[in-house]
């Protein structure tokens, strides 16, 4: 058991960690940039330390900081929430050479499955069905080109990250590129990375999330769906469990599918 956690987010995120390691009898550290030290989650954490300015780049995302806070304060594992720097795997090796825990997947799950066009191809490769996509687009003019070929509207996204951010919607192709400069500036300044692929966009569908626990030794265990389909700005509102419209027989067909699919690529943690 971890004696002392550093987590590396804020806001809401860090309260949760904050909670449940309280409840462990573990100690927390929060970090927080200058514009946050008067935040909720550097008032309940045990210690905090302060790694940077306002710009996200330069503190919630500056990794030297962040493991420096950690060595200084002691702390033995880091936290990193969700954001941030909770999907790059480069971050989380760093951890493992400092000699501190990374709370979180192995950097080999993430790699192929939080980089979205590398989840795609696994996808593809085990049997899922997708929705029509592309690899990095490389610039506007190829997003153009990929739009058009696949049809509208279509949805760019981070291939990085979450939380709805760097994601536009195009409907038709005098948009395109304003929709490719405002999503890979969104996502370079959220994750550290412009990268964007696109997508065919649903209008109005249903979004439903297999939650998934697996251990180091190869056991991966389903722990339900939730119903995610109501939100504001692709970022969820109200979450459900279970969905009120999928079938018990779908139910069963997607959780083996999901299933198969992490324990043949060695999926670890949750997800």
Same mark, same amino acid.
């Given at each position: 058991?971890?004696?002392? @956690? ?17 409840? =462990? ?14 935040? =909720? ?5 045990? &210690? ?29 594992? @880091? ?27 192995? %950097? ?13 191809? =696994? ?16 610039? %506007? ?30 409907? &038709? ?51 339900? &769906? ?27 067909? =997607? ?17």
């Amino acid at each position: 058991m971890f004696k002392k @956690v550093l987590i590396a987010n804020r806001g809401e995120i860090a309260m949760r960690i904050i909670r449940t390691c309280r409840a =462990l009898g573990i100690r927390t550290v929060a970090v927080h940039s200058t514009v946050d030290e008067a935040a =909720l989650h550097v008032r309940f954490a045990d &210690e905090a330390v302060c790694i940077g300015p306002a710009d996200v780049g330069k503190s919630y995302l500056n990794a030297p900081a962040i493991i420096a806070a950690a060595e200084v304060t002691g702390a033995d594992a @880091v936290h990193p929430g969700y954001g941030f720097m909770a999907e790059d795997a480069s971050f989380a090796e760093l951890c493992g050479k400092c000699r501190l825990g990374f709370i979180g997947p192995t %950097p080999q799950a993430m790699r192929a499955w939080g980089n979205k066009v590398s989840a795609r191809q =696994l996808a593809v490769d085990h049997g899922l069905p997708l929705l029509p996509g592309t690899g990095v687009l490389e610039s %506007p003019e190829y997003a153009a080109a990929e739009a058009k070929r696949i049809g509208f509207p279509v949805i760019i996204k981070a291939v990085s990250g979450g939380g709805g951010r760097g994601m536009r919607i195009v409907r &038709e192709g005098d948009d395109i590129h304003h929709a490719f400069h405002t999503a890979t500036t969104e996502a370079a300044k959220a994750f550290g990375d412009p990268t964007v692929y696109l997508e065919r966009y649903i209008e109005r569908p249903r979004h439903i999330e297999f939650q998934i626990l697996a251990d180091s030794h190869g056991g991966v265990w389903s722990l339900g &769906e939730r119903e995610c389909s109501l939100q504001r700005r692709h970022q969820k509102v109200i979450e459900e469990a279970p969905s009120p419209v999928i079938s018990e027989e779908k139910r069963l067909e =997607l959780r083996d599918r999901i299933v198969a699919v992490l324990k043949a690529t060695g999926y670890t943690t949750v997800g």
